[in-house]
């Protein structure tokens, strides 16, 4: 019981998180632009993510004539409830219990997140849907490798496969100063994952609409839409414990720096957006197959040499 009291608050405060972040983005990126931003609904646009969350769950459900409709209905929640259960990995202190094989639970939850995206392409039966699902199932397959690739790092200098012994390795150093081209690229790798801006060709507007959830209104979206936000945070939350993990002191034991560290992570994803126009779509490929993959090959293998020496 008080387990699943403890999973339930986490959920509730995942989604307290997501609304807000989506309010920190449009106030960022409209700064970018030199506007305001939100800011009509009460006082400083504060509750405006709670009016939009109302505005699309009370909105009428509408699917599309020749969906597949039992398909197009599952594929939100799925996205949904895989995106949720990254974040029982969450390393906390307080934690009343967690995975000591997390990392293998993460890859493989996060490599399912293709079918969501897939299902929710094709049961749309529309082309400009199943087209934005194959861009984004090619390129979440493909950066897949290098974000294992880079996840073999702590694996082999901890010898462990649980993300709170990555957390309490760090206590003497972190490891985005040993592995500092690593942590480049898994932060890439992460944009690309998460399919966000300059990366966003799942949903590219100038050549596909809306891309893979363009059918998709009310409830639907929203459930698409807080599974994207919450898969940007849970991967903010693994770059910090991956490379920045170690607290110190007061800060080590109440996990605040951690919730600091993973805000400022977060933050490059709004940072990005606003920064860089989209890429294009073979360069996108090619920069995890020619670049990112020999980079952290190599620099795997010297460690290993490193580790064997030593």
Do not use: H
């Not at 039992?70 to 409830?81: E, G, I, N, T």
Request: proline share 4%; aromatic share 16%.
């Amino acid at each position: 019981m008080l387990i699943t009291s403890s999973c339930l608050f986490t959920y509730i405060c995942i989604l307290l998180a997501v609304a807000f972040y989506t309010l920190l983005e449009r106030k960022g990126l409209s700064y970018i632009q030199k506007r305001k931003g939100p800011n009509k609904v009460g006082l400083a646009g504060l509750p405006q993510p709670l009016s939009d969350a109302a505005k699309l769950l009370t909105k009428e459900i509408v699917s599309p004539t020749m969906a597949n409709l039992s398909v197009f209905m599952v594929a939100p929640v799925f996205s949904f409830l895989l995106a949720l259960l990254l974040w029982q990995l969450y390393p906390s202190t307080y934690a009343l219990g967690y995975m000591k094989c997390g990392v293998l639970f993460f890859l493989c939850v996060s490599a399912m997140n293709v079918y969501g995206t897939l299902l929710a392409g094709w049961s749309s039966n529309s082309k400009y849907a199943l087209l934005g699902s194959l861009r984004a199932i090619a390129q979440t397959i493909s950066y897949e490798v290098s974000m294992a690739l880079i996840l073999l790092f702590p694996i082999f200098l901890l010898s462990s496969f649980d993300f709170m012994s990555f957390k309490e390795g760090q206590e003497a150093v972190w490891f985005v100063f040993l592995f500092t081209p690593v942590a480049c690229v898994w932060v890439v790798t992460c944009v690309a994952e998460t399919n966000r801006a300059p990366f966003d060709f799942a949903e590219g507007e100038s050549e596909i609409v809306s891309g893979f959830n363009i059918e998709y209104g009310s409830t639907g979206f929203a459930l698409i839409f807080l599974a994207e936000y919450a898969n940007i945070l849970v991967m903010s939350l693994f770059s910090v414990v991956l490379f920045v993990g170690g607290g110190f002191l007061l800060f080590s034991c109440l996990d605040f720096l951690m919730v600091l560290e993973l805000l400022a992570v977060s933050l490059i994803f709004i940072w990005a957006r606003g920064s860089f126009p989209r890429f294009r779509y073979d360069l996108l490929m090619g920069l995890t197959w020619k670049t990112f993959l020999p980079i952290a090959l190599s620099i795997l293998v010297l460690l290993l040499v490193i580790l064997y020496l030593c």
